[in-house]
């Protein structure tokens, strides 16, 4: 099992920035495919970004692609999603999720993750 923390959300006019953070632990981190997904009130929990373990390739949801980057660093065990140009629709709480898998495959659906963090509230005004 994977212990995950995120951190880094706040309220931010449109327009702004923010980079969020999840922190990883109980299991090697370079193994673990990665991925940050959303949920706005009264939605489902969508995709957002993931990120393989091994070769580092990338998934993004249409609506964030060019706005938002994700990367991770092995060594600090800790998963990024720099996200820039927000806008009201993606006030959302933001959760990181974690799992073992193929090495340089991507997962972009919710029930692939065995493991989530409790999630970082994201607020975009304008």
């Known amino acids: 099992q994977v212990q995950l923390v995120e951190s880094g959300g706040g309220l931010v006019q449109a327009g702004g920035s923010l980079r969020l953070s999840c922190v990883a632990s109980?299991?090697?981190?370079?193994?673990?495919?990665m991925g940050w997904f959303r949920q706005a009130p009264g939605k489902e929990r969508e995709f957002v970004a993931a990120?393989?373990?091994?070769?580092?390739?990338?998934d993004y949801a249409d609506s964030v692609k060019g706005r938002f980057t994700i990367s991770r660093s092995n060594p600090k065990k800790t998963l990024y999603l720099q996200m820039n140009s927000l806008n009201p629709e993606d006030t959302a709480v933001y959760y990181c999720g974690a799992r073992g898998g193929v090495m340089g495959r991507v997962y972009s659906e919710p029930n692939d993750y065995a493991d989530w963090g409790r999630g970082t509230q994201v607020t975009v005004f304008s």
């Open positions: 990120i393989s373990w091994g070769a580092g390739n990338t």
């Open positions: 109980g299991r090697t981190f370079s193994g673990l495919a």
